[in-house]
């Protein structure tokens, strides 16, 4: 279903929007790709790119995370026009949800009707290791906050919010691109800190196989303004408590760029197959 933005508030981020048609010279994107920590690997497959810094959006929020280079990029991928934000806000970093649905909010004004929305996750489900990409298939939003609440979005039904014919899109690509591809619920925190060894037992009791700080809200809004949902989940450590060793962002980076490989391979399949 498609739920309606109330009209009394401001369309989200108007002056980006008109920004980044105007400059990307009104091109009609199909697809939406969101790169998540050490994901930007991906921009190096691109055709045709062109490339503006988020930076020099006006009205755009700032992103300060190692890893996420802030740029949006329209470009060809597998013969489609794709719209690409390598790095995106997140919550911790202003304590909005629009701010970390911005990716969304932008790709649906622009008239995006398929969004891949991709993250660095943390290993809940022990039958997973480091390096696995895992689809998402469903999610638990354990931000305590809705995005679609804070745009005044009424009360309905988003399920499923991850679009299932996707889904069987993206196993068939897995397939042709040698992906053992894992799948499974991505748990949405706040953050900035990692989880502690007790919060992870608690995760792990609530059916969660991921754990990260991104895309719940995006997920959310792309689902009520009536586009498709994917989410791609990089499994970058295991959370706290699973293993002994320290968790850094900087771990989280290098694993990321590890996997580009299967990670882009992947991402060219599916975006072949639509
Ligand atoms: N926890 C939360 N977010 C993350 C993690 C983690 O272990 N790894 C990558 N992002």
């Given at each position: 279903m498609e739920m309606k933005i109330d009209r009394s508030i401001e369309i989200p981020f108007e002056e980006s929007i008109g920004y980044l048609r105007e400059n990307f010279a009104g091109k009609a994107h199909e697809i939406a790709v969101v790169l998540g920590s050490g994901l930007g690997g991906f921009t190096r497959h691109l055709d045709e790119k062109e490339s503006l810094s988020t930076t020099d959006i006006p009205g755009y929020p700032r992103s300060t995370v190692i890893g996420h280079s802030g740029r949006i990029m329209s470009a060809r991928v597998a013969g489609r026009r794709v719209l690409v934000f390598s790095g995106r806000v997140h919550y911790y970093e202003s304590a909005s949800t629009l701010h970390a649905a911005v990716t969304a909010i932008v790709s649906h004004f622009l008239g995006i009707k398929v969004i891949v929305l991709t993250n660095a996750a943390g290993i809940l489900n022990e039958t997973f290791y480091p390096g696995d990409l895992m689809l998402v298939k469903d999610q638990l939003n354990l931000t305590s906050r809705n995005v679609l609440a804070d745009l005044h979005f009424p009360v309905g039904n988003v399920n499923p919010i991850y679009s299932e014919p996707m889904a069987g899109l993206m196993y068939e690509a897995s397939e042709r691109a040698g992906v053992n591809l894992k799948g499974g619920t991505y748990v949405g925190l706040t953050g900035p800190s990692y989880e502690t060894p007790a919060e992870v037992?608690?995760?792990?009791?609530?059916?969660?196989?991921?754990?990260?700080?991104?895309?719940?809200?995006?997920?959310?809004?792309?689902?009520?303004?009536?586009?498709?949902?994917?989410?791609?989940s990089c499994l970058t450590n295991y959370s706290t408590g699973i293993t002994s060793g320290k968790l850094s962002h900087a771990e989280v980076t290098e694993i990321g760029a590890r996997v580009d490989t299967k990670f882009s391979g992947l991402l060219t399949a599916f975006i072949g197959s639509l």
């Amino acid at each position: 279903m498609e739920m309606k933005i109330d009209r009394s508030i401001e369309i989200p981020f108007e002056e980006s929007i008109g920004y980044l048609r105007e400059n990307f010279a009104g091109k009609a994107h199909e697809i939406a790709v969101v790169l998540g920590s050490g994901l930007g690997g991906f921009t190096r497959h691109l055709d045709e790119k062109e490339s503006l810094s988020t930076t020099d959006i006006p009205g755009y929020p700032r992103s300060t995370v190692i890893g996420h280079s802030g740029r949006i990029m329209s470009a060809r991928v597998a013969g489609r026009r794709v719209l690409v934000f390598s790095g995106r806000v997140h919550y911790y970093e202003s304590a909005s949800t629009l701010h970390a649905a911005v990716t969304a909010i932008v790709s649906h004004f622009l008239g995006i009707k398929v969004i891949v929305l991709t993250n660095a996750a943390g290993i809940l489900n022990e039958t997973f290791y480091p390096g696995d990409l895992m689809l998402v298939k469903d999610q638990l939003n354990l931000t305590s906050r809705n995005v679609l609440a804070d745009l005044h979005f009424p009360v309905g039904n988003v399920n499923p919010i991850y679009s299932e014919p996707m889904a069987g899109l993206m196993y068939e690509a897995s397939e042709r691109a040698g992906v053992n591809l894992k799948g499974g619920t991505y748990v949405g925190l706040t953050g900035p800190s990692y989880e502690t060894p007790a919060e992870v037992r608690m995760y792990r009791a609530l059916g969660g196989d991921a754990v990260g700080m991104s895309t719940v809200h995006e997920a959310l809004y792309a689902r009520a303004a009536g586009m498709d949902v994917v989410g791609i989940s990089c499994l970058t450590n295991y959370s706290t408590g699973i293993t002994s060793g320290k968790l850094s962002h900087a771990e989280v980076t290098e694993i990321g760029a590890r996997v580009d490989t299967k990670f882009s391979g992947l991402l060219t399949a599916f975006i072949g197959s639509l």
